[in-house]
């Protein structure tokens, strides 16, 4: 009876130890050894390493660049107000949703309020894709639209929310 016990309790510790070495190395960072390649287009962001600036859209002139640049720095100065109110309109709906009583009033009216935020945002952000368009040529833009469709369908870094916000 005796090595029997023993016996479980080694096969139980044999599964621990495996089930500890395979967590440990799930947890361990991938991807090349090697920091410098791509060190110029990649940096850390707080989900790994993330991509800078435009995707790679071949033949881009310094003037297209340019152009660009412009056009995303003024959709971010334009969006970021906007932004910011949606999300101090989001911590206060969380503040509503767990209080101890429930009011349906002010938490359907924050709710409208923040949807016509994002709408708003939303309709900036799809303006400036209609100023991109107008600086690139055909070849470009099949490029960028399918950036666009990578993106959309959650393929570009950083484009998941994942488990963030979920106890990780």
């Known amino acids: 009876m005796k090595k ?8 139980a510790l044999a599964i621990i130890m ?6 440990v190395q799930a947890q361990a960072p991938r991807g090349p050894q090697n920091d410098q390649m791509g060190q110029e287009q990649m940096h850390r962001g707080p989900h ?3 991509r800078q600036g435009p995707p790679p859209i071949p033949g881009l002139t310094e003037e297209q660049k340019g152009q660009m640049k412009d056009i995303h720095i003024a959709t971010e100065k334009a969006t970021l107000p906007v932004k ?21 009033g002010p938490i ?35 490029v ?16 998941g929310k994942g488990l963030r916000g979920r106890g990780r």
């Open 4 to 11: 029997i016990q023993a016996k479980s309790s080694v096969a």
């Open 18 to 23: 495996v089930l500890a070495t395979v967590s």
């Open 48 to 50: 790994g390493p993330q």
């Open 84 to 104: 910011n109110q949606i999300r101090e309109k989001e911590a206060r709906l969380r503040t509503l949703v767990t209080a101890e009583t429930y009011d349906e």
């Open 108 to 142: 359907n009216q924050l709710l409208n309020e923040i949807g016509e935020l994002k709408v708003q945002v939303e309709k900036t952000k799809i303006a400036s894709l209609q100023q991109v368009k107008e600086v690139l040529n055909d070849e470009q833009l099949l």
């Open 144 to 159: 960028f639209y399918k950036h666009m469709d990578k993106k959309a369908q959650g393929a570009g870094p950083g484009q």
